[in-house]
């Protein structure tokens, strides 16, 4: 059983019920990514990447062909919330430093629950 519930880092989802949140983290999968591995790449499907443990660097490809660091993401950081929103995606990178545990909800999912949270309240 899990002991927290990844969504309820995300200020988007920790002010809702524990119920409502466990019904968006059932959406959430958990993986694991070695030193090095690419997580989100520019054409990749919309997704909310959650932090649970690692490092993570979010950094774009300048015209001259440079990496460009944004930021760094540690435990409890995130990063997708706009493109989860449907803001388009940018052409960021995000690629892992250290052995990392992301949770990753992705946007297809995201929609169709709050598609059917929205049609119950009707």
């Known amino acids: 059983m899990k002991t927290h519930h990844c969504v309820s880092m995300v200020p988007l989802f920790n002010h809702l019920s524990g119920e409502d949140q466990e019904q968006i983290d059932r959406l959430v999968s958990h993986r694991h990514f070695h030193k090095g591995e690419t997580i989100w790449q520019p054409g990749n499907d919309p997704l909310l990447i959650i932090v649970a443990r690692g490092t993570l660097k979010v950094y774009m ?44 909800l992705r946007k297809k999912g995201f929609h169709r629950t709050s598609e059917q949270d929205t049609s119950a309240g009707t």
Do not use: H, K, W
């Open 61 to 104: 490809i300048s015209s001259s062909g440079r990496e460009q660091l944004l930021r760094i993401l540690n435990p409890g950081d995130y990063e997708g919330v706009n493109t989860l929103l449907g803001a388009m995606a940018q052409d960021i990178f995000i690629d892992s430093i250290t052995d990392t545990e992301v949770c990753l």
